[in-house]
């Protein structure tokens, strides 16, 4: 790995039981960087995160971050890394408070945001800091799962479709809160079928075809592409 590199994944494959569903994933991540993940459903984008993170069955390949092999590692020897992973379904726990939930992960690492900081970051969640998990809104509730796993001091952040079925509004807030987060040095890796969302934050766009790395675009070349990626997506 070069210095910049914080995440290097090299001819990923990745099993459910019999099913083969990655095969043979390439990428690369630099310190400070976003790149998106885009594709159809059931390309294995979301495999690809849940794999980096150990949540699939039998990996092999070579997962590399910061460094450090994890191909063999369990997930929360993956967490102390300093990985966050904030899952499509979100795993707000209903019966606590939003503080609560937000206190809920263990620190992995010594640069994680206050919860102070994270109000300010987030002022809806500071608003309903005693409110019960089931009382939040969709937008909340994501917001509070991506606070919560800043709040564990991860620097390589594993987010999986945060815009879905959220507001305008609440959208418009996390591309800001992303766009902060790269200004502070994270590095992130975002799947999302949004295009409008993901496509200004990422440095670059990595296309996932049959569990497969199928193209590279840069940020810079966006524009030539899009025909591609209209016809790949149906933008």
Same mark, same amino acid.
């Given at each position: 790995m070069t210095a910049t590199e914080y995440l290097r994944v090299s001819d990923l494959h990745a099993f459910y039981g019999e099913s083969h569903v990655l095969h043979g994933i390439d990428f690369t991540v630099r310190r400070g960087e976003c790149v998106a993940?885009?594709?159809?459903?059931?390309?294995? &984008?979301?495999?690809?995160?849940?794999?980096?993170?150990?949540?699939?069955?039998? &990996?092999?390949? !070579?997962?590399?971050?910061?460094?450090?092999?994890?191909?063999?590692?369990?997930?929360?020897?993956?967490?102390?890394?300093? *990985?966050?992973?904030?899952?499509?379904?979100?795993?707000?726990?209903? !019966?606590? !408070?939003?503080?609560?939930?937000?206190l809920l992960l263990p620190q992995v690492g010594s640069g994680g945001m206050s919860v102070a900081a994270l109000y300010e970051m987030f002022p809806n969640l500071a608003e309903r800091r005693h409110s019960q998990g089931t009382r939040l809104s969709g937008?909340?509730?994501?917001?509070?799962?991506?606070?919560?796993?800043?709040?564990?001091?991860?620097?390589?952040?594993?987010?999986?479709?945060? !815009?879905?079925?959220?507001?305008? *509004?609440? *959208?418009?807030?996390?591309?800001?809160?992303?766009?902060?987060?790269? &200004?502070?040095?994270?590095?992130?890796?975002?799947v999302e079928q949004n295009f409008r969302f993901a496509a200004p934050l990422a440095d670059r766009m990595f296309v996932v075809e049959h569990g497969q790395i199928a193209a590279e675009i840069a940020q810079h070349e966006l524009a030539a592409r899009m025909p591609y990626l209209q016809e790949l997506l149906g933008l």
């Open positions: 993940l885009l594709g159809r459903n059931g390309a294995g &984008r979301t495999t690809t995160l849940r794999a980096l993170m150990g949540l699939t069955g039998r &990996r092999t390949g !070579s997962i590399m971050i910061n460094g450090r092999e994890a191909i063999a590692m369990a997930p929360h020897r993956i967490a102390q890394l300093g *990985v966050g992973y904030c899952p499509e379904e979100r795993g707000i726990y209903a !019966s606590l !408070s939003a503080e609560e939930n937000l937008g909340e509730q994501q917001m509070l799962a991506l606070a919560r796993i800043l709040r564990t001091g991860a620097r390589l952040l594993l987010l999986d479709e945060i !815009s879905e079925g959220l507001a305008p *509004v609440i *959208v418009a807030r996390l591309a800001e809160v992303i766009a902060e987060l790269k &200004r502070r040095d994270y590095t992130i890796v975002l």
